[in-house]
């Protein structure tokens, strides 16, 4: 069974940074998955933040680019998300999930769900 579990977030000013780490055990050596973070603002719909799958292909939220970095360690379990230059409206609930592919993350604003999600941290920016 796959677990995750996030951790980080907090409050910070405009323009800090933040760091978010995801530990997602379960998943076998020669699995693919697609693992990722995406928020949620109240009032908005789900947004996708990052993404990385099993080959190490990145993938980003246009709002996002240039200020984010996903990555993966060299254990795996471990997702981390970088989060830079951060703006109030990054102001959000964020989640870590995964999946097979990254269908879910590419479809996350229309619904939906992937197979396997945190409970989620809390991330606020203040102006």
């Known amino acids: 069974q796959v677990q995750v579990m996030e951790s980080g977030g907090g409050s910070v000013q405009a323009g800090g940074s933040l760091r978010l780490s995801c530990v997602v055990s379960?998943?076998?050596?020669?699995?693919?998955?697609?693992m990722g973070w995406f928020r949620q603002a109240p009032g908005k719909e789900r947004e996708g933040v990052a993404a990385?799958?099993?080959?190490?292909?990145?993938y980003y939220g246009d709002s996002v680019k240039g200020r984010f970095n996903i990555s993966q360690d060299n254990n795996k379990p471990t997702l981390s998300l970088q989060m830079d230059s951060l703006k109030p409206e990054d102001t959000a609930m964020y989640y870590c999930?995964?999946?097979?592919?990254?269908?879910?993350?590419?479809?996350?604003?229309?619904?939906?769900?992937?197979?396997?999600r945190g409970q989620g941290t809390q991330v606020t920016v203040s102006s």
């Open positions: 379960g998943y076998g050596p020669s699995t693919r998955y697609c």
């Open positions: 990385i799958d099993s080959d190490g292909t990145t």
């Open positions: 999930a995964a999946d097979a592919t990254y269908s879910w993350w590419l479809h996350i604003n229309q619904g939906a769900v992937p197979r396997f």
